[in-house]
């Protein structure tokens, strides 16, 4: 069955540092989603994907975010300079249609110190 | 503010036994309606999806929506300890998935 995946599933990361976030989505999905969730706390939305193009974000994803699909198969979300508070475990999502049932990934854990 | 609001457990029910799961959402305009499944330190797994009015059955789970007291369950019949998870209600209007804080449910064997 496909899935989606996730790279890496772990990264520790000091303050003001880019981070890379990859994911590739399920090949024939053309939606594509970025959320987070901080321990013990909502799954939140960050941004979607269509078309190469952002379609939707969020007021977390602010001018530190950016996210990208460098090729037919890969989708990357990068932060430019780190907080401690963008510790976090960020789940990329896939689906077929625009807000639809949406698949996702195993996550990445990303440790700001 | 969109929101989506659920009870957050635990829920414990005997293993076999029926659970029951419900989920508000104020967003009158919210038109999809999502169940996902989240083990302790695991992704959302996608459970069910409702778009109508009514239940809707996929083996052990039925989803079941009323728009009119903007309300979602979700039932689980004969309950199995590896069922003992969070389950995370979302809803959506056309928007970005809105998700509740999920009520954590422990099927006592």
């Known amino acids: 069955e496909p899935e989606v995946t996730q790279t890496p599933s772990h990264q520790v990361t000091q303050m003001g540092q880019e981070v890379i976030l990859r994911c590739v989505p399920i090949s024939n999905h053309l939606y594509f989603y970025w959320y987070r969730q901080i321990l013990g706390q909502k799954v939140e939305f960050l941004v979607s994907f269509y078309n190469n193009e952002i379609s939707e974000k969020s007021e977390i994803f602010d001018d530190q975010f950016s996210v990208e699909r460098p090729d037919g198969s890969n989708f990357t979300l990068k932060i430019r300079s780190t907080k401690l508070e963008d510790s976090a475990m960020y789940f990329c999502a896939s689906g077929t249609g625009v807000w639809d049932e949406q698949y996702f990934g195993p996550g990445t854990r990303l440790t700001v110190t | 503010q969109k929101e989506v609001e659920q009870n957050s457990g635990p829920l414990s029910v005997p293993e076999g036994a029926i659970a029951s799961l419900n989920c508000t959402y104020s967003d009158r305009g919210s038109q999809s309606f999502f169940w996902y499944r989240q083990y302790s330190g695991k992704s959302p797994e996608l459970i069910m999806s409702?778009?109508?009015?009514g239940d809707k059955e996929d083996g052990r789970f039925t989803a079941q929506l009323n728009k009119a007291s903007q309300y979602v369950s979700l039932l689980i019949r004969d309950s199995q300890p590896s069922d003992s998870a969070t389950y995370l209600c979302?809803?959506?209007?056309?928007?970005?998935?809105?998700f509740g804080k999920g009520t954590r449910l422990s099927v006592i064997a």
């Open positions: 979302a809803a959506s209007g056309n928007t970005p998935l809105v």
């Open positions: 409702i778009y109508s009015n």
